[in-house]
């Protein structure tokens, strides 16, 4: 489909008098969802930075352009896209020459329903086309009409965009778009298209930009990172383990981070590269959702329990101070009691360090939203707690475990309480102690003196 066929135009009923425009300045932009969608978010502030000159504020209120990058993962997510934009309905009213946005996953998957139930919505834009969010903004101005861009051109968008630009002490690249695995509760394959990857020299150079601008961290993107597979310019072949090894190698990188994994694509290179690649920090989300086999075969996640385990068996040989992470969905349709004592059975193998846990939450479109959601409410929310709990110790026994070590910790900014500090393990446990601005992105040895149910403080080591 081309730019042009796939925009649909309306007239904007609520600019009925055009009248002269005025300038465009202030751009508010509020984001939802996932690392992916953060990223996105950076990369639409740098192309209306390069576009427009606009200026980031931190109030719909103060801005001339509102945009809004949205996530359908749960509903809850997508319940809060409706409500943040009745709130900006009023500001529509009373200012009429705002121009307010909507994109990512549920403007994918919505389109133009997004502008039918909400009118005063200018533009609909999705994941994979928010390059050409400048264009779309002149022709509604221009023409007054409201616009939908929700096609998927393959990975067009990495051609469009400019230069990176670093906040922070870690930035984030996404090498990988979208998914090809189809679990069948997720609706992520819908939203963001077939899995594609961009070239390796792609993701180099944007890699060694953001080191040269001073970044010591960079977390490689994507929803299955390790599904990556790309052609470089001479026709070789790449996947994810190289990829990993030719940014390890770039000058100025002191720390080395990529989410989301696989279980199927952790393949026994990518395990072994945590002992291997020295800036490759050992801390590894690799979501499992259940620990029924059952349940793994009804979701359609392509490997059963004891391939789980063997995977962390592998990471530990290599790295035997992996901090391990997960996704779990706790009543999925059919889900016993047996099931989810699977579940708790593996967290206690495992001895993840920290999990995110979810309810199940059926997603219009994919394969389990037929299945009945027969799991009743209540239940949810007590195996939801039961996993919360026992997570909650996990926790509270790996921060325990630190008390007395030295951590060489990446120091990202001010801490919550005046004159603190608040900086990442290798493993990416937060660390306050008392420390100084200047500090800010270097990694300085903190001696960890106590844990807390989420975190852990330290204090500096002098060295003389
Ligand atoms: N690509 C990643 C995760 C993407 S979505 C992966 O495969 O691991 C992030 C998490 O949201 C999932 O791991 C899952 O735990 C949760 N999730 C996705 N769909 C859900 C649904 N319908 N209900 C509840 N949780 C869901
Ligand atoms: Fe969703 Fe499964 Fe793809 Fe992850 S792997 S994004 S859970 S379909
Ligand atoms: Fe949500 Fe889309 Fe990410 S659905 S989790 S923002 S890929």
């Not at 001073?214 to 990172?225: D, S």
């Not at 004159?419 to 420390?435: L, N, S, W």
Request: aromatic share 8%; charged share 30%.
């Amino acid at each position: 489909m081309t730019f042009l066929q796939s925009q649909a135009k309306f007239r904007n009923p609520m600019l009925k008098t055009p009248k002269t425009r005025r300038s465009i300045d202030t751009l508010y932009l509020k984001t939802y969802g996932c690392q992916m969608n953060e990223y996105d978010s950076g990369r639409i502030v740098d192309i209306m930075r390069e576009a427009y000159g606009l200026r980031l504020v931190d109030a719909p209120e103060k801005a001339d352009v509102i945009l809004m990058n949205t996530c359908s993962v749960r509903e809850k997510a997508e319940e809060k896209v409706y409500s943040e934009l009745g709130r900006w309905r009023k500001l529509k009213q009373s200012r009429p020459d705002i121009i307010i946005g909507v994109g990512g996953c549920v403007a994918q998957q919505e389109g133009e329903r997004i502008q039918k139930r909400a009118p005063f919505v200018d533009i609909v834009f999705g994941p994979q086309t928010y390059h050409r969010l400048p264009e779309m903004i002149h022709q509604i101005r221009r023409e007054r009409i409201q616009l939908t861009n929700i096609d998927m051109p393959e990975i067009e968008k990495f051609d469009h965009l400019p230069n990176p630009h670093a906040e922070g002490v870690s930035a984030y690249v996404t090498i990988m778009e979208g998914c090809d695995k189809f679990c069948t509760f997720c609706v992520v394959p819908y939203t963001r298209g077939p899995e594609i990857s961009r070239p390796p020299e792609d993701v180099l150079r944007e890699c060694r930009q953001l080191l040269e601008t001073g970044i010591p961290e960079i977390t490689l993107l994507g929803q299955n990172v390790n599904a990556y597979r790309a052609e470089d310019d001479e026709g070789e072949e790449w996947d994810f383990a190289m990829l990993l090894e030719a940014v390890a190698e770039l000058d100025g990188l002191k720390r080395l981070r990529f989410t989301t994994s696989h279980p199927m694509e952790m393949t026994d290179a990518l395990c072994e590269a945590f002992g291997s690649i020295p800036v490759l920090m050992p801390y590894l989300h690799l979501p499992v959702q259940t620990g029924s086999d059952r349940l793994l075969r009804a979701m359609h996640r392509g490997h059963d329990r004891e391939t789980y385990l063997r995977i962390v068996e592998t990471l530990r040989k290599h790295c035997p101070e992996i901090a391990l992470s997960s996704d779990f969905i706790v009543g999925y349709p059919g889900e016993t009691d047996e099931d989810f004592e699977q579940t708790l059975d593996l967290v206690r193998r495992v001895g993840f360090d920290s999990a995110f846990c979810f309810k199940y939450s059926p997603r219009p479109g994919t394969p389990a939203a037929h299945a009945e959601d027969d799991v009743p409410d209540h239940v949810k929310d007590e195996r939801l707690q039961a996993l919360l709990a026992l997570m909650k110790e996990q926790t509270r026994s790996a921060l325990a475990k630190k008390v007395g070590r030295i951590e060489n910790v990446l120091v990202e900014g001010k801490g919550r309480n005046e004159g603190d500090m608040q900086g990442r393990t290798p493993d990416f446990k937060i660390v306050h102690f008392r420390g100084h601005v200047r500090q800010i992105g270097q990694i300085m040895p903190v001696r960890i003196t106590e844990a807390y149910g989420q975190s852990l403080r330290g204090e500096l080591v002098i060295r003389s």
